[in-house]
């Protein structure tokens, strides 16, 4: 269990999306403070899911090949499909904006010659724009509402189906809940005491982040999307077959 959680709290740890908003939320006037709003209600959530799941199998994992366990791994089977395809739905979607927009740069620019303004359009600055005015503007209250909004609720539910296999009644297995807990968090953790500790240095930081994810914001979707669902169908085949 503790091999899939790792994989499935790395990928929660660097999903581009949350990331990106976590970045524009600590920007905002007051960042820190909602940050810290943005993280306890994420972690609220996440901890709800795990404890969802737990009371429900009861601190005791299905017994192999039962009814449930095969139902388990399907599950876990259909997430892996569906973390692929969301992949290469992305990958097919950058492909066709990289395309469409290498003509019209070329058409713009001075000569000819390719725009000066690399893969960032002026839409894509400008909705980057509206989005770090609203966020600026945003309350604590709602800053902890997004948290649980932005979570990569994919790769949790993949989290949870792994989470049925936990026996409570060892060690291993809350070792391996804390540690993926803390890994699924680690980067919030770590933009928000970078932010406390080194206010002015990790705002110059935290800025060149969000432009490399929101640059590269589609391969990084891509790349963690497909890695874990292969992972996931790759395993929950085997295990079917086994």
Known sequence: MLPDLLL????????????????????????TWKGLAFILSWIACFVAVLAAVLITTGGKPPAPKSPPSTATIA????????????????????????????PSAERDAPGGGHSPGGDETPASGK???????????????TAAGLGPLLQPWGLVAAGAATVVGADLSRTSSYVALVVYGVLATSSLLAMEL???????????RLGQLRTWFQTHQNQALVGVSTV???????????ELTS
Not at 90 to 102: D, Y
Not at 228 to 238: A, D, E, I, Q, R
């Open 75 to 102: 599950v876990k089977l259909a997430i892996g499909v569906g973390l692929v395809a969301y992949g290469w739905y992305r990958h097919r979607v950058g492909g066709r904006a990289s395309h469409q927009q290498k």
């Open 228 to 238: 874990v669902g292969l992972f996931l169908v790759g395993k929950s085949v085997y």
């Open 8 to 31: 499935i709290g790395l990928g929660i740890a660097i999903f581009p999306l949350s990331v990106t908003a976590f970045v524009l939320v600590l920007s905002a006037d007051r960042g």
């Open 127 to 141: 909705s980057s724009g509206r989005m770090s005015a609203r966020l600026d503007r945003i309350s604590g209250w």
């Open 194 to 204: 970078y932010a406390v500790f080194a206010p002015e240095t990790s705002r110059v």
